[in-house]
């Protein structure tokens, strides 16, 4: 498939097509919801084990270190599950995930077991990821339209629904242990429902001549340098948006004197933001292309940073909340599509880029953590604005290669 074709809108899309569609958006925005509805609740979290800025950065960590695990075996597993089972059974570990979380953090606050049960959260989370992108992709492809920032705009309206959802709970005073365990019984009941509504994303294909196939072949991923220089987009980019959903919340919190319910409010704005830039993404990229959109979208997210970094009032550091959202919004989904042009090997190269990308949630959460206890988490938040700077310098890796196959 040709940038040009992406940009044909056929006049009627089959009703399979568009159920397979619609479900994808629906499991990205079920996965979104499941980590807003942790990342509302962490001001009170942090309330209840009493923890420090530092030590939050830690517990963070457990989440983070389970997508890596998760993102390490993500190939593997797929191709040995499929697209298809995988996104149901691991969709529903991140529920399991973070129902633990609440029951743990509620009924036996201890921090040890709370970051084992964001650890499974995550590594779920993580397979997860892979294997609905991949999806995404396939369902692109067959429609032949740009999609894949609808879809990741389908993860920003579940962030936005479940940040308003923390935010009102956490207002009402809803115990956290009933919170999480309702949302996540919720999702898997979902899941378990939208998943029939997927169709196979597997494109099979003739092996060519020097071709590795099992684990071997999905390793050589990492030996392309333009899926290398992709990862390198999306550390950028999700260090940038993991960054405000790790810490916005409090950083408004502490730094600008909101209360609780306000920085989970700041942070429903952030993910409103970045839903909007997804939304209206596709429409910039069949106009411009990924790499001037991509370019752009690390300016805005510059200029937002700074104003929530040196903005004089809530309300200044508010608007730069919602160009950071803005800037925050294409780059992961812009780099999953670039990884999944060979549908080929589209499992084994979004695994290499998502792994690159989830290193921002393993390095990020203490580095800023560790940051914010010595200089604030505003000023803390300068070493995001070096990462948005790689991701620009990279942006022309995500340019569709010539030759390749089409769909």
Request: no cysteine; glycine share 18%.
């Given at each position: 498939m040709t940038e040009s074709s992406l940009r044909e809108r056929p006049p009627r899309t089959d009703p399979v097509l568009a159920r397979w569609r619609n479900a994808v958006f629906t499991i990205f925005a079920l996965s979104g919801f499941v980590f807003a509805n942790w990342a509302a609740r962490v001001p009170n979290i942090r309330d209840i084990l009493g923890a420090s800025t530092q030590e939050m950065g830690v517990l963070i960590l457990g989440m983070a270190g389970g997508a890596i695990l998760g993102l390490v075996a993500s190939s593997h597993v797929i191709?040995?599950?499929?697209v298809n089972r995988a996104i149901r059974w691991f969709l529903a570990t991140a529920a399991v995930g973070l129902?633990?979380?609440?029951l743990i953090a509620g009924f036996a606050p201890d921090f040890w077991l709370l970051f084992v049960a964001l650890m499974v959260a995550g590594g779920g989370n993580a397979i997860l990821d892979?294997?609905?992108n991949?999806?995404?992709a396939a369902n692109e492809r067959r429609i032949g339209r740009?999609?894949?920032p609808m879809f990741h705009a389908g993860f920003s309206v579940g962030t936005m629904l479940g940040a308003g959802t923390g935010a009102l709970t956490e207002q009402l005073g809803v115990p956290v242990e009933w919170h999480l365990a309702v949302v996540g019984a919720a999702v898997i009941a979902?899941?378990?429902w939208v998943v029939r509504y997927l169709r196979p994303a597997e494109e099979p294909h003739e092996a060519e001549p020097g071709e590795s196939a099992g684990w071997r072949g999905r390793l050589s991923a990492w030996r392309d340098p333009r899926i290398i220089l992709i990862g390198l987009i999306i550390l950028g980019m999700a260090f940038?948006?993991?960054s405000a959903n790790d810490w916005l919340g409090l950083a408004m919190v502490d730094g600008y004197g909101l209360t609780n319910p306000g920085g989970a409010a700041v942070f429903a704005v952030f993910v409103t933001a970045m839903t909007a830039g997804r939304l209206f993404g596709g429409a910039a990229l069949d106009r411009f292309g990924r790499v001037p959109v991509l370019a752009g979208s690390a300016v805005l997210a510059f200029a937002g940073l700074l104003l929530v970094i040196i903005g004089p009032t809530a309300p200044v550091a508010i608007a730069g909340a919602v160009l950071w959202g803005v800037g925050a919004s294409l780059g992961f989904p812009v780099g999953m599509s670039a990884a999944?042009?060979?549908?080929?090997r589209a499992t084994a190269n979004v695994a290499a880029v998502a792994t690159i990308g989830y290193m921002a949630f393993l390095v990020g959460p203490p580095l800023i953590g560790v940051l914010g206890e010595e200089v604030g988490l505003r000023n803390a938040f300068l070493v995001v604005l070096v990462l948005v700077a790689v991701a620009a310098i990279c942006s022309p890796a995500a340019r569709r290669p010539k030759g390749l196959p089409e769909s």
């Open positions: 191709t040995h599950l499929g129902i633990g979380a609440g892979v294997a609905m991949v999806a995404g740009t999609l894949m979902i899941d378990m940038t948006e993991g999944a042009d060979d549908p080929r």
